[in-house]
């Protein structure tokens, strides 16, 4: 009987959206051995090593462990070019949470130092791997709604200081505002469908800029505030296929929602839901019927948060010398994209793209459920 071949996985960063990798890769995927965990706040870590059966660590332990081959990093962003540097120069294959890095500089070295060391760097999110994306993707290329021609991708949120002091952290940082935090959601999800983007131009500013505090239970709370991000963006993009697309994206709605894509073609218009999950409600209107098609999954990993999924995929990439789905320079690709539109702000230029990347490959339609699926990953 043929045994999988795992890989030994690391995670540093035991914060919020720890919870949700580590069921995937520490109870859900197979082909991923978590051993061991870090965090800056040991709390943190030992609560999640305990609560996952796997080991609390150091970040020094993990780079100097033989055996671990892949790290995962689920820090804040402004951590990301800092810890992904010292795990590539340790000789590990990394996963980023989005995004790659702060500065579009630290973003092309990192990517420059993984394919110089032959080691492969992926970046999240990686929700496009999801059933919900990929069944899109399927009736993009399927010629359901004929000929692309538009793509539009609304997000409005409200990122208040009212939150946890993690969540500001993380958010209201260098790195961390909504275009940087959500952005990729819908640009890895616009690249899955039409491959890169050639141009882009836009606005990007800060609304509100200076303000207080508001949570007080925090020990921040009624201290001023300045946000060093753009927090409200309105892009408009060029793709070499073709199709043209925006995106609008503000963290200031009181309201939030909606968060969605819409794809125009010339036989039809194509709803989707959220990128940041991995299923929602796909759906398809067509000249001459008012009421809207509603399909079903064509792919699997439509029943719970897959995030991990990437990395998931990035194993069975190294196992079979192929290339991820969510690697380098789609990472890449849409960070310079949103430094593109924020400097286009102040500029009034259309910026062609230097950094481009392949459409990744489509995931394998089946009717297999999520455990069995994950071998559809198993190929060259």
């Known amino acids: 009987m043929a045994k999988l071949e795992t890989f030994k996985t690391a995670i540093i960063g035991c914060g919020m959206i720890s919870e949700s990798y580590m069921k995937s890769l520490c109870n859900f995927f197979k082909i991923t051995d978590v051993v061991g ?52 120069n340790a000789g590990k294959h990394v996963y980023v949470e989005k995004m790659i890095a702060v500065d579009l500089a630290e973003g092309e070295e990192l990517a420059a130092l993984a394919k110089q060391k032959k080691l492969l760097l992926t970046v999240a999110p990686d929700s496009f ?42 958010v209201h940082r260098e790195g961390g505002g909504i275009p940087f935090d959500m952005g990729g959601y819908y640009l890895h999800a616009f690249v899955n469908f039409f491959g890169p983007v050639e141009k882009a131009a ?36 060029q793709f070499k296929s073709g199709v043209l697309g925006t995106l609008a994206i503000t963290s200031e709605s009181v309201f939030g929602g909606p968060e969605k894509i819409e794809v125009v073609g010339s036989a039809g218009t194509l709803y989707i839901h ?8 796909i759906s398809v209107k067509k000249r001459g ?22 990395v998931a995929d990035m194993a069975y990439a190294v196992k079979n010398n192929r290339k991820p789905r969510a690697d380098a320079e789609l990472g890449l690709h849409a960070f310079e994209i949103i430094h593109k539109v924020w400097e286009s702000t102040s500029t009034g230029q259309t910026y062609t793209l230097k950094n481009s990347a392949a459409q990744p490959a489509a995931m394998p339609t089946t009717n297999l459920a999520s455990q069995a699926a994950e071998g559809t990953m198993d190929h060259p």
């Open 37 to 88: 965990c870090s965090d800056i706040v040991p709390e943190r870590s030992q609560k999640k090593a305990e609560q996952f059966n796997i080991k609390q660590m150091t970040n020094d332990e993990i780079f100097n462990d033989p055996e671990i081959s892949i790290v995962v990093i689920l820090t804040e962003a402004f951590n990301h070019y800092a810890l992904a540097k010292q795990a590539l």
């Open 129 to 170: 791997l999801g059933a919900g994306l990929q069944t899109a993707r399927w009736i993009i290329d399927s010629g359901m709604i004929g000929t692309p021609i538009l793509v539009n991708g609304i997000c409005q949120r409200g990122y208040m200081l009212d939150r946890a002091d993690d969540w500001i952290r993380m």
């Open 289 to 310: 019927n008012p009421e809207p098609l509603i399909i079903p999954y064509t792919h699997a990993f439509a029943d719970r948060d897959f995030r991990g999924i990437g």
């Open 274 to 281: 959220d990128p940041n999950l991995f299923f929602g409600p």
């Open 202 to 237: 836009g606005f990007a500013k800060k609304i509100d800029e200076h303000r207080k505090f508001l949570n007080p239970h925090s020990p921040l709370y009624g201290d001023n505030y300045t946000e060093p991000c753009i927090n409200t963006m309105s892009a408009a993009l």
